[in-house]
């Protein structure tokens, strides 16, 4: 079945300092991915829908010079978390659709995870 | 602000017993999905339901979508200890193509004790 890969697993940094997290489809073309946070004990909140060879769409209280997203394939997003502060640890999800042509729905496909933990 | 109540939050129960976990809202959606997740890793899908009223089974578990899709359901018979997990629905917002507008419920944690 599809398969979304993400990269790092888990990362620490220091305050001030930026991280980059890989998403990659590994046997599907995604032209759409998407950045979700979850904090503990949280649900998932929707950060930013990543299109392929365009800029993302960032939801509303999400700053995109904060979280820049990088769609440069159809198969790779990234999303680099620049001068992080320790109120951006959380765990990062990252989703890509694969797209059905004839069905009623194309299903999302979630990665692992990042933890990402900034001291 | 489209919302998704989930409850119970927390949910303990032995093996072998039944249990219901809701997901309401005052909004339509187009679809609703849920999800189980483990620590540490991604929402895995369960399943979809599209239509008002819809019912889905897999194995012990049954999902139904409200007649107006502002709700659903997963019922889960006969628990056990593999089912324990967090349970995340989510409604999705916009109709046809990309469905990753997703608004996620906050998920039910089931623990499942032999």
């Known amino acids: 079945g599809a398969v979304v890969s993400q990269h790092p697993s888990r990362v620490i940094c220091k305050s001030g300092t930026s991280v980059k997290i890989e998403c990659r489809s590994l046997?599907?073309?995604?032209?759409?991915m998407f950045w979700y946070r979850q904090f503990p004990k949280q649900s998932l909140m929707l950060m930013a829908t990543s299109n392929e060879g365009s800029k993302a769409t960032y939801e509303q209280g999400v700053e995109k010079d904060k979280f820049l997203i990088n769609h440069a394939s159809l198969t790779l997003s990234t999303l680099t978390v620049t001068s992080a502060h320790p109120e951006d640890s959380s765990f990062y999800i990252c989703?890509?659709?694969?797209?059905?042509?004839?069905?009623?729905?194309?299903?999302?496909?979630f990665g692992n995870g990042t933890r990402l933990t900034v001291t | 602000t489209q919302l998704l109540e989930q409850s119970p939050q927390f949910l303990s129960i032995q093996e072998g017993e039944n249990l219901t976990v809701y997901c309401n809202s005052s909004s339509v959606f187009s679809s609703l999905q849920w999800y189980r997740q483990e620590p540490g890793e991604g929402p895995v899908l369960l399943v979809t339901?599209?239509?008002?009223?819809e019912v889905k089974k897999l194995k012990r578990l049954t999902f139904q979508f409200g007649d107006a899709r502002k709700d659903s359901s997963l019922h889960i018979t006969a628990a056990q200890p593999g089912d324990t997990g967090l349970y995340l629905c989510a409604g999705a917002r916009n109709y046809g193509g990309s469905q990753g507008n997703l608004i996620f419920g906050k998920g039910t944690k089931l623990s499942v004790k032999p």
């Open positions: 046997d599907f073309q995604a032209t759409t």
């Open positions: 989703s890509a659709q694969r797209i059905r042509p004839g069905h009623d729905n194309s299903p999302l496909h």
């Open positions: 339901v599209v239509t008002g009223g």
